[in-house]
């Protein structure tokens, strides 16, 4: 089983910066392909990064490409976010997947298997 635990969220302006991390316990986290999603209020949990079990591929949703980085260490069983150029649009709270067994990315949601509870970012314009 595996567990995430996100941190790093916070209040922030608009144009500044914030990292998350993400925390996994486990011992399958360096075989598990590992994604971040957020949802806003009133609105779907919308797809964020996704990154491969190796780190060797990423991928973004369009509103975040060019301003967020994500990142990981697998000897640290870590995942990061790095969120700079924030936008009041970009206020949700943010949750760390990872799909378990396969090391493939992925923008779906269904085949991420575990999840965080989530740490949210506010920013003020």
């Known amino acids: 089983q595996v567990q995430l635990v996100e941190s790093g969220g916070g209040l922030v302006q608009a144009g500044g910066s914030l990292r998350l991390s993400c925390a996994a316990s486990?011992?399958?986290?360096?075989?598990?392909?590992m994604g971040w999603f957020r949802q806003a209020p009133g609105k779907e949990r919308q797809f964020v990064a996704t990154?491969?079990?190796?780190?060797?591929?990423?991928n973004y949703a369009d509103s975040v490409k060019g301003r967020f980085t994500i990142s990981r260490d697998n000897a640290k069983n870590t995942v990061y976010l790095q969120m700079n150029s924030l936008k009041p649009e970009d206020t949700a709270v943010y949750y760390c997947?990872?799909?378990?067994?396969?090391?493939?990315?992925?923008?779906?949601?269904?085949?991420?298997?575990?999840w965080g509870r989530g740490t949210q970012v506010t920013v003020s314009s």
């Open positions: 997947a990872a799909r378990g067994v396969s090391s493939w990315v992925t923008e779906l949601a269904f085949q991420y298997h575990h």
């Open positions: 486990g011992r399958s986290f360096s075989d598990s392909a």
């Open positions: 990154i491969s079990s190796s780190g060797g591929s990423t």
